[in-house]
């Protein structure tokens, strides 16, 4: 999807504000984390999701350790020889 140009002026700490419209459009709100990452020369900003530290998995997560893990990764570190 392609939107509109909705310029904004970076100021004198490399900061910018991601417009209003744009926050509502992906569903991003304060404290979010966000990903920077480019693409043909561009900048790609988006929004990250819950995923599994170990894996990036995004479904059957629980915390382990104050970190979101998956179902799978949980299984292996039960059966790790290190005992985590």
């Keep these: 999807m392609k ?3 909705l310029p ?5 700490l490399g900061r910018i504000v991601i417009p209003a419209e744009l926050r509502r459009l992906l569903d ?9 990452s480019t693409e043909d ?3 790609v900003i988006e929004k990250l999701e819950e995923r599994c530290t170990f894996c990036g998995a995004a479904s059957d997560l629980s ?3 104050s970190k979101l893990v ?3 990764c949980r299984s292996e ?3 790790s ?3 985590a």
Excluded: K, M
């Design 28 to 36: 991003i709100n304060e404290g979010d984390y966000i990903h920077f």
């Design 8 to 12: 904004r002026r970076i100021d004198h």
């Design 77 to 79: 570190l039960a059966n």
């Design 70 to 72: 998956c179902a799978g």
């Design 3 to 5: 939107s509109a140009g």
């Design 41 to 43: 020369g561009r900048v």
């Design 81 to 83: 020889p290190t005992g």
């Design 63 to 65: 915390p382990f350790r």
